[in-house]
């Protein structure tokens, strides 16, 4: 598991872990067979008790306050609240495919959430040869004609440069190969940069930089995305046929999540109060659904928020971006090449 003792909002990692595990691992396989798992559908999908999760998992505690749900040990502290798809994993926010629902008075999560969210942020050890790779590769965002967000004080396409260079400085002092889909202001389209990370043959990671903007002035904080798994059809208004294709990028679920997490988490700890926690989400943007390396895609601020913009134009805190980026990869690499002999709620 990625979270460590004492401060849960350092150990972004070890949340997210329990649906299909069946599929995915033999210790999860043997609990079905054994009925451990409490499992029921709710409107077409399968959905997985929260006692199941505690017992699985060796939470030590469960209790409920109204529709909010906790359960505890001495690493992990996971929240759920009944009807919504967002879920607080040692203070760090996840958004699930699915709400979390309640029958007979019991509570429940999506099997889908289990096996592809919390299951690879509990046991990052349990996905297979994730740590071998020592090659990484940045795609900052947009560039040439196309500058993304901008504002008074620069454009996206420059911030997002400029902090891909220093990622990749950092990296390489520390042995990593580093493969940029730019290395100038020029225009690069979607399809060319999957086509860029495709070209490495090598196991390597992708993660793509951006900033974030909106029509109004409020919105604010940072957000890290990875591909929606195979055959979700988004719950409510999000919903969109293409969300139940296959992608390449769904090969690499668990990682792509895994990464994710330890992303999110680094950069929380980095930024502290000057941001706010949007969450771990889905999505099916084109640099995810085509790359065949584990890839993430990172939102580290909004150009259009007043104060934030500022931030984002601060020398410290892209400082702090850029060490979050390297802080995650190390620790990325680290849970995920554990002997998977140590799997299991730790």
Not at 116 to 122: M, Q, R
Request: with cysteine; charged share 20%.
């Amino acid at each position: 598991m990625l979270f460590s003792a004492p401060c849960k909002q350092l150990s972004t990692w070890a949340m997210v872990a329990l649906c299909w595990l069946a599929v995915f691992s033999p210790l999860a396989s043997r609990a079905e067979k054994e009925g451990a798992w409490d499992i029921t559908k709710i409107e077409g999908q399968e959905y997985v008790s929260a006692e199941s999760v505690k017992n699985f998992y060796n939470f030590t505690k469960i209790s409920r306050s109204g529709g909010a749900v906790t359960l505890e040990n001495s690493k992990v502290e996971m929240k759920l609240n009944v009807g919504s798809q967002e879920c607080l994993m040692n203070n760090v926010k996840f958004v699930f495919c699915y709400p979390v629902e309640e029958q007979g008075g019991k509570v429940f999560v999506s099997r889908v959430d289990l096996a592809k969210l919390i299951d690879p942020v509990l046991r990052p050890n349990f996905i297979g040869n994730a740590g071998d790779f020592r090659t990484v590769i940045l795609d900052p965002g947009h560039g040439g004609k196309d500058q993304g967000a901008t504002n008074a004080l620069g454009t996206e396409a420059n911030y997002n440069f400029k902090l891909a260079l220093s990622v990749k400085k950092l990296l390489e002092a520390k042995g990593f190969k580093v493969v940029m889909t730019r290395t100038s202001d020029v225009y690069i389209s979607l399809q060319e940069r999957v086509d860029l990370a495709n070209a490495v043959k090598e196991n390597a990671i992708f993660i793509s930089l951006h900033l974030n903007t909106t029509n109004g002035s409020s919105a604010h904080g940072i957000e890290t995305f990875t591909l929606s798994p195979t055959g979700i059809a988004h719950y409510g208004s999000n919903y969109k046929p293409s969300d139940s294709q296959d992608r390449l990028g769904n090969e690499h679920d668990s990682a792509n999540i895994a990464l994710a997490t330890a992303l999110h988490g680094s950069m929380l700890r980095r930024l502290g109060k000057n941001t706010f926690d949007r969450g771990i989400k889905r999505a099916r943007f084109s640099v995810l659904s085509g790359v065949t390396h584990p890839a993430i895609l990172f939102e580290g601020g909004f150009m259009s928020h007043p104060y934030e913009s500022r931030l984002i134009d601060n020398p410290a805190y892209q400082t702090a971006l850029a060490n979050g980026v390297v802080d995650a990869i190390t620790k990325y690499r680290f849970a995920v090449g554990r002997n998977t002999q140590q799997a299991g709620a730790q």
